[in-house]
């Protein structure tokens, strides 16, 4: 067990919906990233916030959207959800998310999010 | 070409095998190399770091790094059934992003 926590474990949704999914990160971490695994993308970042600030963009689209709040916790927001959304999202934390390798990112076990 | 290359598998090999697991990497600036294991509907956790070029030794894990040809290998010793789970390299310059393998499938048959 990693101690970042995500729920809900499983969403089943329709196309045009929209979610969100929420992280806790471990305790004492300040920095959350939001990874989407797709069969045919891999393990892709999409953002990363920390300490309630915005750090860094990876390939994340227009529809999607994030915070991190005071306590910590993060929201990733899915709105016009496709077809292609479909995948698992994992958020990780680490404790500085200052990029340097020693700043190991824990995953939790993600959310399995499918686009009827 | 993607950033980073990986032969997704499956690979299928008897228990007590020597494994090797390779990617390749496109970017001259990565500095830092991880290899993560995630299980079946599990978050990837990661086994081992390098940074620079050589071996680094954890267990049955050893880690190798050659950036002279942008390569780097997992080597699992004496695998196990519990070493099945599919591998993802992963590499990043010094302050950005990590970078992902698209991970290779590995089963250790009893």
């Known amino acids: 067990d990693s101690g970042v926590t995500q729920t809900p474990k499983h969403l089943i949704t329709a196309t045009g919906q929209r979610v969100t999914l929420r992280c806790s990160p471990r305790?004492?971490?300040?920095?959350v990233y939001w990874y989407q695994q797709s069969l045919d993308q891999g393990l892709q970042f999409l953002i990363q916030?920390?300490?309630?600030?915005?750090?860094a963009k990876g390939n994340i689209l227009e529809r999607f959207s994030a915070q991190q709040f005071p306590d910590l916790h993060s929201e990733l927001n899915l709105s016009s959800l496709e077809l292609g959304d479909s995948a698992l999202y994992f958020c990780?934390?680490?404790?500085?998310?200052?990029?340097?390798?020693?700043?190991?990112?824990?995953f939790g076990p993600g959310t399995r999010l499918t686009v009827l | 070409q993607k950033e980073v290359e990986q032969d997704p598998g499956p690979l299928s090999v008897p228990e007590g095998a020597i494994v090797s697991l390779n990617c390749t990497y496109s970017n001259s600036a990565f500095q830092y190399f991880m290899w993560y294991r995630q299980y079946s509907r599990k978050g990837p956790e990661l086994l081992m770091y390098?940074?620079?070029?050589g071996n680094k030794e954890d267990g049955r894990f050893t880690a190798q790094v050659d950036k002279s040809s942008k390569y780097i290998s997992l080597f699992i010793r004496d695998s196990q059934p519990s070493d099945s789970a599919t591998y993802l390299c992963?590499?990043?310059?010094?302050?950005?992003?990590?970078?992902f393998g698209p991970g290779t499938s590995l089963s250790v048959i009893p």
């Open positions: 916030y920390y300490n309630g600030e915005e750090r």
């Open positions: 305790s004492g971490d300040l920095s």
């Open positions: 390098t940074y620079s070029s």
């Open positions: 990780a934390s680490s404790f500085r998310g200052s990029g340097a390798y020693t700043d190991t990112q824990y």
């Open positions: 992963a590499m990043k310059t010094s302050y950005d992003k990590v970078i």
